[in-house]
């Protein structure tokens, strides 16, 4: 196991629908973004599961911060 990961038990997997209410973005966005491989998510039967700290990562890393004048 890498440095900073947790064990697969503790690893929280959200819905595509619950990735999307997350980021405020439509499941299709979520849908491209996992296609994309921007967002890492593993598929379980038809469906997609997205690691939660991936989300949050995905979001700190896209994040644009208001320079002060």
């Known amino acids: 196991m890498a440095a900073g990961e947790s064990p697969l038990n503790e690893v929280v997997f959200l819905t595509v629908a619950e ?3 997350v ?3 439509s ?3 979520v849908y491209r973004l996992v296609h994309s491989g921007h967002l890492p998510a593993i ?3 038809r ?3 997205v690691p ?3 989300v949050h990562d995905y ?3 896209s994040y644009v911060g ?3 004048a």
Do not use: H, I, N, Y
């Open 19 to 21: 990735v999307a209410a």
């Open 23 to 25: 980021m405020r973005v």
């Open 27 to 29: 499941k299709m966005t």
């Open 43 to 45: 598929r379980v039967g």
């Open 47 to 49: 469906s997609f599961r």
């Open 52 to 54: 939660e700290k991936a």
């Open 59 to 61: 979001l700190q890393e």
């Open 66 to 68: 208001m320079e002060s």
